[in-house]
């Protein structure tokens, strides 16, 4: 069965160092990978997708991710971190086509929080 | 931009209510899905729909339906509220086809008491 993991429930880091939310993933075939971030009170927002390609996603905000199919491994990454980027983090995989191929079912990932201190 | 709209941000129902959670998308997605997120699990899938009058279970579906009557709304229903069902549920919706990201709404927190 597909299965994504978050390792970590939360992660720290001061404003302006780099940051790196972990997840890893277990799938048959070729993995299509997702990270959303979600606000406080607020519903999930995409950040960026690995779909085939480069191995490093550009995304939203200055985020980035590096797919590495030896380590089934999609960590997302930012260079320096902004206070205004704490939030929880999920990470995504699209669920084995099953019934109606084209449905983009996800299956996701336990959630990181990250906190950014100035 | 992509729109989802949900009908309430914050419910309070009693136990044994019937509960309807309306989802609106204004981008004619193919695709809808109705999430429930718990601190700890994550989100998990209630149900989904791939086209007008199509529904598949997903995860946990028991004590929920669905209905999909027109393609821009999705409704998840709690036949007889009960206090396991409080949680923040999320409705998303997603164009057809293998790589689309979905787009989310901002979430109903219902409580159950």
């Known amino acids: 069965a597909q299965s994504v993991a978050q390792p970590e429930d939360q992660v720290n880091v001061a404003e302006g160092n780099p940051l790196t939310v972990k997840c890893t993933y277990s799938v048959s075939g070729n993995p299509y990978l997702f990270w959303y971030v979600q606000y406080p009170n607020r519903g999930l927002q995409f950040l960026l997708k690995y779909i085939t390609g480069d191995n490093l996603v550009k995304g939203s905000y200055g985020f980035e991710a590096e797919f590495n199919k030896s380590q089934t491994s999609f960590h997302l990454k930012k260079p320096s971190a902004l206070v205004s980027d704490s939030a929880l983090y999920f990470c995504?995989?699209?669920?084995?086509?099953?019934?109606?191929?084209?449905?983009?079912?996800?299956?996701f990932g336990q959630g990181t929080t990250l906190q950014v201190k100035p | 931009d992509v729109k989802v709209t949900q009908s309430s941000r914050y419910l309070v129902k009693r136990t044994g209510e019937k509960v309807f959670l309306e989802c609106v998308q204004d981008m004619d997605h193919e695709n809808m899905f109705w999430y429930r997120q718990d601190p700890g699990l994550g989100l998990r899938l209630i149900y989904f729909s791939y086209d007008v009058k199509m529904k598949e279970k997903g995860d946990i579906p028991e004590g929920y339906s669905v209905s999909r009557e027109k393609k821009e709304r999705f409704s998840l229903i709690l036949e007889s509220a009960s206090t396991n069902q409080t949680s923040m549920y999320l409705c998303a919706s997603s164009a057809g086809g293998t790589y689309n990201e979905q787009f989310f709404g901002p979430g109903t927190r219902l409580t159950v008491l």
């Open positions: 995504a995989v699209r669920d084995k086509v099953g019934g109606s191929s084209n449905t983009g079912k996800l299956i």
